[in-house]
T-cell receptor, first 111, second 108 residues
Framework: NAGVTQTPKFRILKIGQSMTLQCTQDMNHNYMYWYRQDPGMGLKLIYYSVGAGITDKGEVPNGYNVSRSTTEDFPLRLELAAPSQTSVYFC??????????FGQGTRLTVV | KNEVEQSPQNLTAQEGEFITINCSYSVGISALHWLQQHPGGGIVSLFMLSSGKKKHGRLIATINIQEKHSSLHITASHPRDSAVYICAVIDRDDKIIFGKGTRLHILP
């Protein structure tokens, strides 16, 4: 039981490049989330999903896309990376009564 | 008004002091997490509570469901306890709602 696995752990992108942050959970959780955390700031919700095939925008969705084709996977896509997207990204999953689990984070720098 | 409020936002204390961090929430919940994040580090769940009190080493977490309030206590604080502590609730729809965190700094 690996919990929530995020890859990669670190990435440097050039402005205008694109990439996909991967998130996988093996706990059959319905809810999955992507957050970003800027230096010295709290977590801000980018997108979330209540189950396979369903996604919704959070507080800061601009510049990102997600998909949820399976219960296990919730990738976050950055198109046309911008310096403002330099941040640490966390994936999480949750299920009622059993709490929430967090990935280890992806540190992204856009130069 | 945020649905999850933490206090204080920042706390500096001397090594050995008893530390209390508070969390109040305004929504119905199925569970509450206390999370720890060291600088540049990942997020670690210290406790998950749905009622009562839990203890792990020098850490104690309590929750009062009627008052919608939880506290995290650290006894005999140590510089390695310096971190950001985040209260997060799981609401009735299974969504995670985070507090803004409490930045704790323990001086040697």
């Amino acid at each position: 039981n690996a919990g929530v696995t995020q890859t990669p752990k670190f990435r440097i992108l050039k402005i205008g490049q694109s990439m996909t942050l991967q998130c996988t959970q093996d706990m059959n959780h319905n809810y999955m989330y992507w957050y970003r955390q800027d230096p010295g700031m709290g977590l801000k919700l980018i997108y979330y999903s209540v189950g396979a095939g369903i996604t919704d925008k959070g507080e800061v969705p601009n510049g990102y896309n997600v998909s949820r084709s399976t219960t296990e996977d919730f990738p976050l896509r950055l198109e046309l990376a911008a310096p403002s997207q330099t941040s640490v990204y966390f994936c999480a999953s949750s299920t009622g009564g059993h709490g929430a689990f967090f990935g280890q984070g992806t540190r992204l720098t856009v130069v | 008004k945020n649905e999850v409020e933490q206090s204080p936002q920042n706390l500096t204390a001397q090594e050995g002091e008893f530390i209390t961090i508070n969390c109040s929430y305004s929504v119905g919940i199925s569970a509450l997490h206390w999370l720890q994040q060291h600088p540049g580090g990942g997020i670690v769940s210290l406790f998950m509570l749905s009622s009562g009190k839990k203890k792990h080493g020098r850490l104690i977490a309590t929750i009062n469901i009627q008052e919608k309030h939880s506290s995290l206590h650290i006894t005999a604080s140590h510089p390695r306890d310096s971190a950001v502590y985040i209260c997060a609730v799981i609401d009735r729809d299974d969504k995670i709602i985070f507090g803004k965190g409490t930045r704790l700094h323990i001086l040697p």
